[in-house]
């Protein structure tokens, strides 16, 4: 089983490269994700079994998060047959500095996409920490060529600055994992996994058990978008084609918040949780901040996506470091995911009627494109945690914890920096949305892709239907998931 | 310590010291391929008494990529970048040296105060490590090429790789090969983006990619 939902994309990936008619290689990339989005379901029915001596396992967190990663690429992978038909053998007119440039070539493309599946998937299996690392760094090697698929000056400085500020970050975690084995010196022999380290925590050395952590904390920390180390997420997130900056926010930053809560485990399992706690908190509170600031009077409204993704790992952050919020964190964790997925593949949609990024240029959505002007209206209700959508049960639930561990001024912050991005991202999308067309709007071409609309409507769905009612089993997993993640 | 393994862990602090004074970009790539053979011997010549397949697969593995093949993945891109041949840093080349002077300082003074939990022998390593780890950060804060950022990304992970060889002897087939692989894709895609950024840009000056900011 584990297998399969690793050989599944990897060997579709590596068949990619080699197709050359477009139209099989279009069906090979939706097959792939449809047999993988199926292979998931069935471990809902009861988890395999480990594999590989228990360096792969599929436990109630990785089930979690594979699940989201699994339904986004599903989404993201029938999008990309609708926009590789329209993208994918024209040349483009650059928005800000308006010269032609050509697309890197499509085998390429839905290759890499199906490896970033197989690499994500390694990284929701992985129980060992070198694999963890091994997967977490795979994710960015083969996301990079997805990144600069428009062959253009902004998106090549975008995937030059991802790979070096990602690569330098993940390689200070593989530091990590040395001061973790350094830590575990007393038991040779004991295996690297999270499970393995937690039953023994109480041999671990405390002073490099914190070492270790704050190293993988900078490490998968940069991966997952905390600020201060989030500097390269706006520039690669904007610049990407948004069915990729869709599955980077939506899935990879989880796949590193996973295996930060992966470590968060052992040191609880040791008794620091206060200290881990405290770091997550103030990381978490840091990113909202720095988030908001670059919101409010953002001019591309990409960017803007990327910075509430910042804000929104941000929030993922302070849940887990009040500890008995870290259910709520996960469920958050998949409100955003969708939410923003759905956000992004709209924004898409956006551009390619506007032909622009520049929030400046873009009046009137409502009018001239409806569906996406709707959508995009929602989804902004959806992500500043407005009722009746997912993200607001879960908010509201991180704040209940915050109040009843008795962190007052804490949530009061919270409270006022989503407040912020509130007002800061009302301003920017209500101006886009009402009013008269814009002269780049007036010729925008009709609606009528279904590859392209469907799936940002039926995330919009998910998204509306978990704020009004969540599935008690979706409830039973993020529980045990935190569980198996060690919280208090 | 054998005499072996101290003659090439000071060949090691040299090399760093090399990197940090060189002019010439040729001259910095070849001195981090050679540091990369020294790491990559270095389990062999610890170990003389107790060689396995294993080890020497492994080392023969790590030797050849950072010896060979990163050297020519890197000497291509900068063949395809054509004149481009000084390292032209932030930094001057006396004040590196001095920053790399301090940088011992500060490794020999940090890992005095470690336990020496290693393995009998490469305790003394970890020194070298920490002072590997602060020169690779060093290289890509203070210069300005795109190839040499690569170098700095080599020169730490070879940073880590020293330090793990220190500690964490432990470190399972799979996973070292897994890393291994990872760092070939990384110098492997990091040498296709220079490329297209040479042939985007005409030059390789991370510090004009500028276009992206709020």
């Excluded at chain 1, 992985?126 to 091994?134: A, C, E, P």
């Excluded at chain 1, 993200?391 to 914890?401: A, H, N, T």
């Excluded at chain 1, 925008?444 to 599935?471: H, M, Q, S």
């Excluded at chain 2, 002077?101 to 970890?126: D, K, M, Y």
């Amino acid at each position: 089983m584990i297998w399969a939902l690793l050989g599944v994309p990897m060997v579709a990936g590596a068949a990619a490269f080699l197709i050359r008619p477009d139209g099989p290689r279009r069906l090979l990339l939706l097959a792939a994700a449809l047999a993988h989005a199926l292979l998931t379901a069935a471990c809902w029915g009861g988890l395999p079994g480990p594999a590989l001596g228990g360096y792969l396992e599929l436990d109630a967190a990785g089930r979690l998060f594979l699940s989201l990663t699994s339904v986004l690429f599903l989404a993201a992978a029938v999008y990309a047959v609708g926009f590789l038909k329209s993208a994918g053998h024209t040349k483009e007119e650059e928005d800000a500095e308006g010269f032609l440039f050509d697309n890197a070539p499509e085998a390429v493309f839905t290759g890499c996409l199906l490896l970033f599946l197989g690499t994500m998937s390694l990284s929701a299996l992985s129980q060992h920490f070198g694999l963890l690392w091994v997967g977490i760094e795979a994710t960015t090697l083969v996301s990079a060529p997805l990144i600069h698929f428009h062959r253009q000056r902004r998106s090549l400085e975008a995937t030059w600055k991802y790979l070096l500020i990602c690569s330098v970050g993940i390689a200070l975690a593989l530091l990590g994992n040395f001061f973790l084995a350094v830590a575990a010196r007393l038991h040779p022999d004991l295996l690297m996994t999270g499970r393995e380290l937690a039953a023994h925590a109480a041999e671990l050395d405390v002073t490099w058990l914190k070492a270790a952590f704050l190293l993988f904390l900078v490490g998968y920390g940069t991966k997952m978008g905390l600020a201060p180390l989030h500097t390269w997420l706006p520039d690669a997130h904007s610049e990407a084609p948004s069915v990729v900056s869709a599955l980077l926010s939506g899935a990879l930053l989880n796949c590193a918040f996973l295996a930060l809560m992966r470590v968060n485990a052992v040191l609880c399992a040791a008794g620091l949780a206060d200290f881990t706690g405290g770091l997550f908190m103030g990381f978490g509170l840091l990113s909202m901040a720095v988030a908001a600031a670059f919101i409010i009077g953002q001019t591309d409204f990409k960017r803007m996506l990327a910075y509430s993704s910042v804000e929104h790992m941000g929030v993922l952050a302070f849940g887990v470091g009040l500890g008995s919020a870290a259910p709520a964190a996960l469920l958050h964790a998949v409100n955003h995911s969708l939410t923003k997925a759905m956000l992004f593949l709209t924004a898409g949609n956006l551009l390619a009627a506007a032909r622009t990024k520049s929030v400046g240029e873009i009046r009137g959505l409502l009018r001239a494109v409806p569906f996406s002007g709707f959508l995009w209206l929602m989804g902004f209700l959806a992500i500043t945690g407005s009722p009746p959508f997912g993200p607001f049960i879960s908010e509201l639930w991180i704040l209940q914890g915050a109040l009843s561990r008795h962190h007052g001024a804490l949530a009061a912050l919270y409270l006022a920096l989503l407040g912020a991005v509130f007002v800061g991202m009302a301003t920017i999308v209500l101006k886009m949305s009402h009013g008269e067309p814009s002269e780049r709007l007036k010729a925008a071409p009709a609606e009528d892709d279904p590859w392209r609309l469907w799936p940002p409507a039926l995330l919009a769905a998910a998204v509306l239907v978990l704020g009004l009612w969540v599935p008690r089993p979706l409830l039973n997993a993020v529980k045990e998931a935190a569980v198996v993640l060690g919280a208090r | 310590m054998s005499f072996w393994v101290e003659s090439l862990v000071i060949l090691v602090v040299l090399s760093n010291l090399r990197v940090l004074g060189a002019s010439r970009l040729s001259a910095c790539i070849q001195t981090v391929a050679f540091q990369g053979a020294l790491l990559g011997l270095l389990p062999v010549l610890a170990n003389l008494d107790a060689l396995t397949v294993r080890l020497l697969l492994q080392a023969g593995a790590s030797t050849f990529l950072k010896a060979a093949v990163f050297p020519w993945l890197l000497g291509r891109a900068l063949r395809q970048a054509g004149l481009q041949r000084e390292v032209e840093p932030f930094v001057g080349f006396t004040a590196s040296l001095a920053a790399g002077v301090l940088f011992l300082g500060a490794a020999l003074w940090l890992g005095a105060r470690l336990p020496q939990a290693g393995p009998e022998g490469l305790g003394r390593l970890v020194p070298t490590a920490l002072f590997t780890i602060f020169v690779g950060l060093f290289v890509i804060v203070s210069r300005r090429q795109a190839v040499t950022q690569v170098l700095g990304y080599l020169i730490l992970e070879n940073g880590i790789y020293a330090f793990g060889m220190a500690f964490a002897e432990h470190q399972p087939l799979l996973v070292e090969l897994g890393i291994l692989l990872d760092v070939f894709m990384a110098v492997f895609v990091m040498g296709i983006t220079l490329f297209h950024i040479h042939r985007e840009f005409d030059h390789l000056d991370t510090d004009r990619l500028t276009a992206l900011k709020d």
